[in-house]
């Protein structure tokens, strides 16, 4: 009598679980794809984009962003048929805990991006500290690429990568904060066909970026940040204008690609803009002029990018530090002379000690003078 096999599952049973196994390969392998289908998100139609309508919202914040961003967030609804990106300014050093504070405000899920991530629905993205956010093909791109408004992440590169991905379906939300970041990329917005919304200057903490927009932008919607939210939810649900007839322009998608870190478009970067008399203060290069309309900006050959409010303050936190080291070592010649002007006494020769004390006057005069321009605001 031959002997017979008994195994513990059936081969009904094996093949379920061969057939979970690469469903969770598939899965590792393909992120954005349905793992009961093998379609991609986008083949899907479920949890994804539609290209017919206002599906993606890009929001920009600076100071006093954290307290407008959550107030915004957490009144969106959870079926909310729109992807959120956000770039708020803080300090590189800070932990990236944006993600964390919405999400437990918001009925909407907050994550951090990573690079390659998909861009989908229903959920709220925030960038990778010192790090851009861009949006490229349903994906998110993270890059320590070079820095625009004195910032990185900056709400420039975000706005303009989504404009030049998205187009008309696009809706761009300036909050409070300070200078002017996030105008320029919502030019970039309104040229591509989509919606300008800024919160009213006169609700904002901080005016700066508000009162930029409105001032160099035809914006769509002004209005206090508390309906914000109902507007949204209201635009999201309207049809969006055909692509077609918002075409991008080269220069736009070759400050996208630059700030992508794109080689190539990097070595093309003298030919945006005309070359101007003004050095980077990032990296002392030749700065590029733009004239974006009546807004003035300028770039470097090295990707580095100004509006000219930037530029100014970028030039006047150098000249201050400056001053800095120049009154620091103005202080020790003065001591350093005070030294030989003792020495000269102890030695008799009254003369030169006398010189030695005319040049410590002189010096003084110097240092008082950089003292009053260093301490000017606090009189």
Same mark, same amino acid.
């Not at 915004?72 to 770039?87: E, Q, R, S, Y």
């Not at 002017?180 to 066909?193: E, M, S, V």
């Not at 101007?276 to 700065?287: A, T």
């Not at 009546?294 to 150098?318: P, V």
């Given at each position: ?25 598939? +899965? ?42 959550? $107030? ?40 951090? $991006? ?13 960038? +990778?500290?010192?790090?851009? @956010? ?52 919502? @030019? ?10 800024? &919160? ?14 409105? &001032? ?6 002004? @209005? ?17 204008? $055909? ?7 080269? *220069? ?73 080291? $120049? ?34 006057? *002189? ?17």
């Amino acid at each position: 009598m031959s002997a017979q096999l008994h195994f513990p599952f059936s081969t009904s049973d094996f093949a379920a679980k061969h057939k979970s196994i690469k469903i969770i390969i598939d +899965r590792i392998r393909h992120p954005s794809r349905s793992p009961a289908s093998g379609m991609s998100l986008q083949e899907m139609g479920g949890n994804t984009l539609d290209s017919h309508k206002h599906d993606v919202i890009v929001i920009g914040a600076s100071a006093g962003g954290v307290e407008a961003l959550t $107030a915004l967030t957490k009144d969106l609804p959870a079926n909310l048929p729109a992807a959120i990106a956000v770039v708020l300014h803080l300090a590189p050093q800070i932990p990236g805990m944006l993600d964390s504070i919405l999400s437990r405000l918001s009925l909407l899920p907050a994550t951090q $991006a990573t690079h390659g991530m998909p861009f989908e629905e229903k959920h709220i993205y925030t960038p +990778r500290p010192d790090h851009h @956010l861009l949006i490229e093909d349903h994906r998110l791109r993270v890059i320590h690429g070079p820095k625009e408004n004195r910032y990185r992440p900056s709400v420039d590169v975000l706005f303009r990568s989504a404009a030049v991905a998205y187009g008309p379906r696009v809706i761009g939300v300036i909050l409070t904060g300070s200078l002017d970041d996030g105008t320029a990329g919502l @030019l970039a917005i309104k040229r591509r066909g989509g919606l300008a919304v800024v &919160q009213d200057p006169d609700d904002a903490l901080y005016a700066g970026m508000p009162r930029s927009a409105i &001032q160099h932008v035809n914006v769509d919607f002004c @209005l206090p940040l508390a309906e914000i939210p109902a507007l949204l939810t209201r635009l999201t649900s309207e049809p969006a204008e $055909a692509d077609e007839a918002y075409p991008v322009t080269e *220069d736009m998608q070759r400050e996208v690609r630059i700030a992508a870190m794109d080689m190539q478009a990097l070595d093309e970067a003298k030919t945006v803009g005309n070359p101007s008399i003004y050095s980077c203060p990032e990296c002392g290069g030749v700065l590029w002029e733009l004239q974006d309309g009546e807004l003035l900006r300028f770039r470097c050959r090295t990707g580095h990018a100004f509006s000219i409010q930037a530029l100014l303050t970028e030039q006047q936190d150098a000249i201050e530090a400056a001053l800095w080291v $120049a009154l620091k070592v103005l202080e020790e010649r003065v001591s350093i002379v005070r030294r030989l002007s003792e020495g000269a006494e102890d030695r008799g020769n009254s003369a030169l000690a006398a010189t030695y004390i005319n040049k410590i006057r *002189d010096i003084e005069d110097h240092t008082a003078v950089i003292r009053r321009v260093l301490f000017a605001g606090e009189e």
